[in-house]
């Protein structure tokens, strides 16, 4: 199993920035479906960005205002979210998933308020 630790949540201003960073336990080249997810008080987790077998998808809220990116190199798995908007708060997960088996992170908060 993989181990995952997500950093970089905060405190930030509505049309802020933050880039949220998940650093996984061993060499990530090998896996293929890796994703954000994020449960805000009240709700539901729901996926947020997800890179797939190549292929990179998106929650609609959040289409054009983040971006998920990996670094093989480095293990790690990012999401640039910019224009952050309140309803964006949220205790924000990292994913992946190994021959079938689903691994999360411990999660990071990222709360957006003025």
């Known amino acids: 199993q993989v181990q995952l630790v997500e950093s970089g949540g905060g405190l930030v201003q509505p049309g802020g920035s933050l880039r949220l960073s998940c650093a996984a336990s061993r060499s990530i080249f090998s896996i293929y479906v890796m994703g954000w997810y994020r449960q805000a008080p009240g709700k539901q987790r729901e996926l947020v960005a997800r890179?797939?077998?190549?292929?990179?998808t998106y929650t609609d809220s959040v289409k054009g205002r983040f971006t998920i990116s990996r670094d093989n190199a480095k293990n790690m798995v990012y999401l640039q979210m910019n224009s952050l908007k309140p309803e964006d708060t949220a205790v924000y997960y990292c994913?992946?998933?190994?021959?079938?088996?689903?691994?999360w992170g411990q999660g990071t908060q990222v709360t957006v308020s003025s």
């Open positions: 890179i797939s077998f190549g292929v990179t």
């Open positions: 994913n992946v998933e190994v021959a079938g088996r689903s691994s």
